[in-house]
């Protein structure tokens, strides 16, 4: 069925024609309404049908802004209620456990790249040992050898070895810098 909608240019002050055809066209667009319609025998009927399926999509919604602020400020009410440690940390997990394995195997495609992966951390070993060994010495320095270039190298290891399981970041530079050789002095 085809529908022609004759408007003057300024039907309403709120809507352009073309507006109000979109709203012509949206309406019609139901298939229930079109039964509805094609069953009236005046154009009283028509109109009152029209009228009463607008009525029933402005309530409908309603209804729905409705339950929409309702949950909105339910789950505000609840996050301000419910604080739990870790629970963002979870849910980022939860989220990201599905990409984990192409995190470690994406770059994994022939001897090329794993000699690569290997020179790589081979390379950042060796240039953050040095460091890691010197501010060990000042730490020992500073702590009265509590800690000391092997703990902090030992340190520096597992912090890199859990950053890159559970950050799914396997080559992370992560090492001992002057700021915090100075934290432990102060």
Not at 3 to 27: D, E, M, P
Request: charged share 25%; with cysteine; aromatic share 8%.
């Amino acid at each position: 069925a085809v529908v022609s909608t004759q408007s003057t240019g300024k039907t309403k002050q709120t809507k352009s024609a073309i507006q109000v055809a979109r709203t012509y066209a949206t309406l019609l667009a139901d298939d229930r309404l079109r039964h509805n319609l094609l069953n009236t025998h005046s154009p009283e009927e028509f109109a009152h049908e029209f009228e009463l399926e607008c009525t029933r999509i402005h309530k409908e919604h309603e209804r729905r802004e409705k339950i929409a602020t309702m949950s909105v400020k339910s789950k505000a009410d609840d996050k301000r209620n419910q604080w739990v440690p870790g629970k963002d940390m979870l849910n980022d997990f939860k989220n990201r456990i599905k990409y984990y394995p192409s995190d470690y195997t994406k770059d994994v495609r022939d001897c090329i790249s794993i000699q690569k992966i290997i020179s790589t951390t081979l390379f950042l070993y060796f240039s953050l040992l040095l460091p890691g060994i010197s501010m060990g010495v000042l730490d020992a320095k500073y702590t009265g050898g509590r800690i000391d270039s092997k703990s902090v190298i030992i340190a520096q290891a597992l912090s890199g070895i859990l950053w890159g399981l559970f950050g799914g970041q396997p080559l992370v530079v992560i090492m001992t810098t002057i700021p915090i050789v100075i934290y432990i002095k102060i």
